[in-house]
């Protein structure tokens, strides 16, 4: 029997992901923006492998502000948005079909450009996301619910084994949240 290690921050997690209730949810839609450091908002997207274009959400269930699950929306199904497994610099954000398919996640400028969005640091269990611009600076993604609240985008960490899980047949290292940035923004 394999055993896995849990980090305390992990467990929190696990525990709060059990307790929700098995049953159909209220749900808020949240939009997922990257910030430009000059305060715009750039749209992120999930990029099918023909190229097309499909928004990427985040979603409240239940009220839950604790923790919102990402997802790509493509053709009338939520995807799963994870980071793969990779020996990359940057920890590669996707979002996996239902055949295994990987769905490219970028931050599109008002111009068009295309900017790659990456786990680029960890702190424990918790794996920074950001759009990476020009000069290699970094954008913040966040979450924002129709109200204005703004959540931070962060991979999470449940165990220690690099790789986490596997959802249809890719490895997956961490699972992708919406979080508050401070527990004050619970208000």
Same mark, same amino acid.
Do not use: C, H, W
């Given at each position: 029997m394999k055993h896995i290690t849990l980090t305390f921050g992990s467990f929190l997690i696990l525990a709060t992901l059990l307790a929700?209730?098995?049953?159909?949810a209220d749900e808020k839609i949240w939009h997922i923006r990257a910030v430009h450091p000059e305060g715009r908002l750039l749209d992120v997207k999930a990029i099918d492998p023909q190229g097309k274009l499909h928004p990427v959400k985040a979603i409240e269930a239940d009220g839950n502000l604790h923790l919102l699950d990402i997802k790509a929306f493509v053709d009338g199904k939520r995807l799963p948005v994870k980071i793969l497994v990779?020996?990359?610099?940057?920890?590669?954000?996707?979002?996996?079909?239902?055949?295994g398919a990987i769905f490219a996640i970028k931050a599109f400028t008002p111009e068009g450009e295309k900017l790659d969005v990456k786990g680029v640091s960890r702190a424990g269990s918790i794996i920074h996301i950001k !759009? $990476?611009? %020009?000069? +290699?600076?970094? =954008?913040? #993604? *966040? !979450? $924002?619910? %129709?109200? +204005?609240?703004? =959540?931070? #985008? *962060?991979? $999470?960490?449940?165990?220690?084994?690099?790789?986490?899980? *596997?959802?249809?047949?890719?490895?997956v290292e961490a699972h992708i949240k919406a979080l508050p940035a401070a527990p004050e923004t619970l208000k």
């Open positions: 929700s209730p098995l049953r159909a990779s020996d990359d610099k940057y920890a590669p954000v996707k979002a996996i079909g239902e055949d !759009a $990476i611009g %020009p000069q +290699g600076v970094f =954008y913040g #993604v *966040k !979450a $924002i619910s %129709p109200e +204005g609240r703004m =959540y931070d #985008v *962060k991979g $999470i960490k449940m165990f220690k084994e690099r790789v986490e899980t *596997k959802v249809n047949g890719v490895e």
